[in-house]
Each structure stands twice: as structure tokens, then as C-alpha cells.
């Protein structure tokens, strides 16, 4: 008969590592992530970027001011406008000019209606990762409302290009304002029957509640942003930090929640929808009288600036140089998925390997925006081309400094 060594080590007990992605269904864009799991619970985790780098920086130094302006565009689908805007802000800033208050009341009415737009994308997602598919249906049924009115004042659905240097380059005639008007209260009426559902579902909030919950102090030292930071109680919003474009004239209110988990996640986005459409109203009710542009010399005089504004994830940083000649000498940009992704590395840990989907969904995640670089390391030495939570929070948080 065996006995029992008290000197003897327990076995430890074996770790699983998982991969999902680049592919996979779970990722609507490549990335490639890393769980450690203990049975089913996480106890590790990192990412690795950089696949979609589309060299769109490198891309705006070679072509001039305006051309630039239509590339960075293209970094986002879902948020071009406002990509638009951070770099016209920028450049019109080392121009020493200032677009009239028309121009900058419409830039402002469309980025509303384009955070309308990707608020309730991101609902309609989030709602296929947690299973309510429904959800998801409704959801991009009604964005179709919002897109077709984009569509209308400036002839776009996806890359606006409302934009030009020195101002816009079109109008809101009566009957777009009406269309605006009738497009909101319609939309607002629907926000209305999310919200209730977002709060009220019982089997939503089981996915939700109490799931990826990330205290204020959590996200003020990952440097988290946008709703994702409000949602833990950080009243961190640029548009009334630094005010820009028009939202001296058209202040908001910051929406925010303090449980910190998905729900509150949901709940603040949704909440911020209506606050949106105030904002829309207002923004329609007092539209300045005057020119929609003004003119901007082809060479831009040299020095470097910055320039943030609130895109829909969070807080969009632009970083211009100008050598004094016809094309940019250095265009940087940092998107809002950067810095939010140290906190789903973070929040991981713990959690079930099911609750991974809609952890990563929670913080509206854009790979595509995200991926303009790749760290190399040295092939040899044993370390893998992967990004620990620190790592990223340490580079976002540099970042935003």
C-alpha cells in the first residue's frame, strides 16, 4: 500500500492555451489573441496587432494637403467623418484659418448623426456576440435610417467626405432639415425600445451584468477612453474637455455610469444616443447663417501641431507636421481601440473563456483603425511577436501625453 510523502509537491495543474484569430468567427477583423485557461477560466492573456496595416500614414506624407484629407478616411468606415475632421482641424490650425460658423455647426451635425451611426452598429454586433440576434436585426435595420440621411447631405454612405480644408463642402437645405428632423424622432423612438431592453432582458442581462467590470481607478490608470471610460465614472469627454468645431456653441452632456461592467457599457452608449439626438435638435434650431468655407493656401506654412476630438470609441489623437511645403511631413494618429485594449486584456483574467466574445465587443474595438504599425522584435531572442496588457497600457497611456 502506497503512502503519502508530506514532503512531496502537489502536480501543478496543466495550463491550455487557446487561439483565436486571426481568423475566426468570433472577430469580425483579424487579431490574434491568446488565452491561458484554467478548465474554462482564463488566467492570461495577450494580443497581437497589426494585420491590417495599410501604410495610410506613410500614404499622406507623400501626397498633398487635400489628397491627404481623403486618405485618412479610409482609416474607418465607420467614423470617416470624424478622421475628416481631426486632420482639417489640424491643418487649418497650422494654416493660422478658421472655418466659418456654418462649416463648423454642419462638421459637428454630421458627427453626431455619423456617432448615431456607429453606436448603433456597434448595438447590433455586441447583441450577435451575446446570441440576441434579433437585437441585431432591428438594430441594423434602423442604422439604415441614419446612413440614408448621411447619404442625403452628402451623398455618401460610408466615406462622407462633407470635409474640405477651410470648411465643407455642403449645405443643409429646408428639406433636409426636415428629413433630419423626421429621421430622429423616428430614431429616437427605437432608442427608446433598446434601452428598455438593454436594462430589462433577463437573458441579457446574464451576458452583461456583473461581467468585465473595471472600477475608475482601473481606467484612469490604463488611460481607458470614450464610453468605455464613462462607464466606470470617468467624465472624460473631448468635446467638453477641448471644445472644437462647434461645440462651444452646443455643449454636451457627458453621459456616465458608474458600475464599470458590460451593462453599464451598454447602457451608457444607448443612453448617449439621446443626448445625440438633443444635440442634433439644437444643433438644426440655431444653424449659423454665412459661407460654408474659406480659403486655404495650397502650401501650408511650417511647424506641427495637434488636434483630439471625440470620435464614437473615444478620444481620436492627430499629430501634424508641416516642412512649409504642398504635402505633410509627418501625419501620426492614434485611434481609441489602442489604449481601450489593454483594459480587455486586463478585465480577461478570471473570466470564463465564454465571456471573451463580449468582453472585446464591450469596448467597440476597431482593428482596422487600430492597425498602422507592428513591433519586430529580434528574431533571436525568444520572444514572440505578442502584446501583454502592460505593455499596451504603458504605450497608451505614453500615447496620450
Not at 443643409?172 to 432608442?191: F, K, N
Request: hydrophobic residues 40%; glycine residues 8%; charged residues 25%.
Amino acid at each position: 500500500m502506497a503512502t503519502h510523502n508530506p514532503t512531496q509537491k502537489a502536480p501543478e495543474r496543466e495550463t491550455f492555451k487557446i487561439p483565436i484569430g486571426p481568423q475566426h468567427p468570433a472577430l469580425k477583423e483579424p487579431g490574434h489573441f491568446e488565452f491561458a485557461v484554467d478548465g474554462e477560466t482564463v488566467t492570461d492573456a495577450t494580443v497581437r496587432l497589426g494585420y491590417v496595416h495599410r501604410g495610410i500614414e506613410k500614404g499622406v506624407e507623400s501626397r498633398t494637403w487635400i489628397q491627404g484629407q481623403y486618405l485618412v478616411e479610409r482609416v474607418c468606415g465607420i467614423c470617416s467623418h470624424v478622421h475628416a475632421t481631426t486632420y482639417c482641424l489640424a491643418v487649418e490650425k497650422l494654416a493660422g484659418v478658421e472655418a466659418p460658423p456654418r462649416a463648423q455647426a454642419i462638421r459637428s451635425l454630421v458627427a453626431e448623426l455619423e456617432r448615431i451611426h456607429s453606436h448603433m452598429l456597434w448595438l447590433g454586433v455586441a447583441a450577435h456576440e451575446a446570441g440576441f440576434d434579433m437585437l441585431f436585426m432591428y438594430s441594423w435595420r434602423d442604422r439604415e435610417t441614419v446612413m440614408n440621411l448621411l447619404e442625403g447631405i452628402t451623398g455618401n454612405r460610408v466615406n462622407y467626405s462633407a470635409n474640405i480644408l477651410g470648411g465643407v463642402k455642403c449645405d443643409i437645405t429646408p428639406e433636409q432639415d426636415a428629413a433630419i428632423r423626421a429621421g430622429v424622432d423616428y430614431l429616437e423612438e427605437r432608442t427608446r425600445h433598446y434601452l428598455d431592453v438593454v436594462q430589462n432582458d433577463t437573458m441579457f442581462m446574464r451576458r452583461t451584468k456583473n461581467v468585465g467590470t473595471m472600477t475608475r481607478e482601473q481606467a484612469e490608470q490604463m488611460g481607458v477612453v470614450g464610453p468605455t471610460a464613462r462607464a466606470s465614472g470617468v467624465p472624460r469627454d473631448i468635446r467638453v474637455d477641448a471644445p472644437y468645431a462647434a461645440y462651444k456653441d452646443f455643449p454636451v452632456n457627458v453621459i456616465t455610469e458608474t458600475a464599470g461592467d458590460l451593462h453599464a457599457r451598454f447602457v451608457v452608449r444607448v443612453n448617449e444616443l439621446f443626448e445625440t439626438f438633443r444635440l442634433i435638435r439644437a444643433i438644426l434650431d440655431h444653424l449659423p447663417e454665412g459661407d460654408l468655407q474659406t480659403r486655404v493656401k495650397r502650401k501650408i506654412p511650417a511647424g506641427e501641431t495637434i488636434m483630439r476630438i471625440e470620435a464614437p470609441r473615444g478620444e481620436l489623437f492627430y499629430y501634424v507636421k508641416s516642412a512649409g511645403g504642398e504635402t505633410p511631413d509627418r501625419v501620426k494618429i492614434r485611434t481609441p481601440t489602442l489604449p481601450n485594449m489593454a483594459s480587455v486584456l486586463e478585465l480577461a483574467v478570471g473570466h470564463q473563456l465564454a465571456d471573451m466574445p463580449m468582453i472585446l465587443t464591450g469596448i467597440d474595438p476597431c482593428f482596422s483603425c487600430n492597425d498602422r504599425m507592428i513591433t519586430v522584435r529580434d528574431t533571436h531572442s525568444n520572444q514572440r511577436d505578442v502584446w501583454t496588457w502592460d505593455q499596451l497600457r504603458k504605450y497608451g497611456m505614453n500615447a496620450a501625453q
